[in-house]
């Protein structure tokens, strides 16, 4: 049965990047179909998608946070990356990574997500 | 963006009452892609309906979706002690998903 698990710093200093990884366990992340999204929870804004990775490369970031995010696959370890640089106070969230099955926005074209599995979540606290 | 707007903030009812949860879109949702999600204290969300009215796997036949449009609702009949939770909407029709804020279900 297929596992997510975050892991990475708790705590992360304001204008440093935080990174973490999303260590699947149970099944090959290089299936196909296998996307990893990454979504935060905050008390002040809810849910927020941040963005999906695919292990043959593919990335689809949410607008608001592109300029600062980046993901990416180490297909040896079984494992996706999410680095999200320049962070401030406005960052501190719980972060998870999920298993998520696509869809395609009619209207764009674009591919789209919900999300099956949930890791647990690690808290990151952005403060100095 | 969708906005998703769910209501009631909280709802309390007594084990065994339906519960009623709505999630209202500010433009239509395309396919009606949009999922329910389950979440209790100290965990991760869990899915529960997906393309509005479809189970997920291992869910009770006691959570219903339904709806079509902006409009779409989550029913929980005969509920149980352990439905206490936060129940959130996400539409997928639009490339930049979204969520609801949520609505909190407490058990008498």
């Known amino acids: 049965q297929l596992q997510m698990q975050e892991s990475g710093p708790g705590l992360v200093k304001p204008s440093e990047t935080l990174s973490l990884t999303c260590i699947v366990s149970?099944?090959?992340?290089?299936?196909?179909?296998?996307?990893c999204g990454w979504i935060r929870q905050s008390p002040g804004k809810g849910l927020e998608w941040i963005g999906n990775?695919?292990?043959?490369?593919?990335?689809y970031y949410n607008p608001s946070l592109k300029s600062r995010v980046a993901m990416s696959v180490d297909s040896s370890k079984n494992q996706f990356s999410l680095k999200l640089s320049s962070v401030t106070a406005a960052d501190t969230a719980i972060y998870y990574c999920?298993?998520?099955?696509?869809?395609?926005?009619?209207?764009?074209?674009?591919?789209?997500?919900?999300?099956?599995?949930w890791g647990r979540g690690t808290l990151v606290t952005v403060s100095s | 963006e969708i906005v998703l707007t769910q209501s009631p903030g909280t709802l309390s009812l007594s084990p065994g009452e339906r519960a009623t949860l709505s999630c209202r879109a500010s433009?239509?949702?395309?396919?009606?892609?949009l999922a329910w999600y389950q979440q209790k204290p100290g965990q991760a969300p869990r899915l529960l309906i997906y393309?509005?009215?479809s189970r997920a796997t291992d869910i009770s036949d006691r959570f219903s979706g339904s709806g079509a449009g902006t409009d779409f609702t989550l029913t929980i009949s005969r509920l149980e002690p352990e439905d206490s939770a936060v129940y959130y909407c996400?539409?997928?029709?639009?490339?930049?998903?979204?969520f609801g804020q949520g609505s909190k279900v407490e058990i008498k």
């Open positions: 999920a298993r998520s099955l696509r869809h395609y926005d009619v209207l764009t074209g674009s591919p789209t997500f919900y999300f099956d599995l």
């Open positions: 149970g099944g090959s992340i290089s299936r196909s179909g296998n996307y």
């Open positions: 990775f695919y292990y043959s490369g593919s990335s």
């Open positions: 433009e239509t949702v395309n396919s009606n892609y």
């Open positions: 393309g509005a009215s």
């Open positions: 996400q539409q997928y029709g639009r490339s930049v998903v979204t």
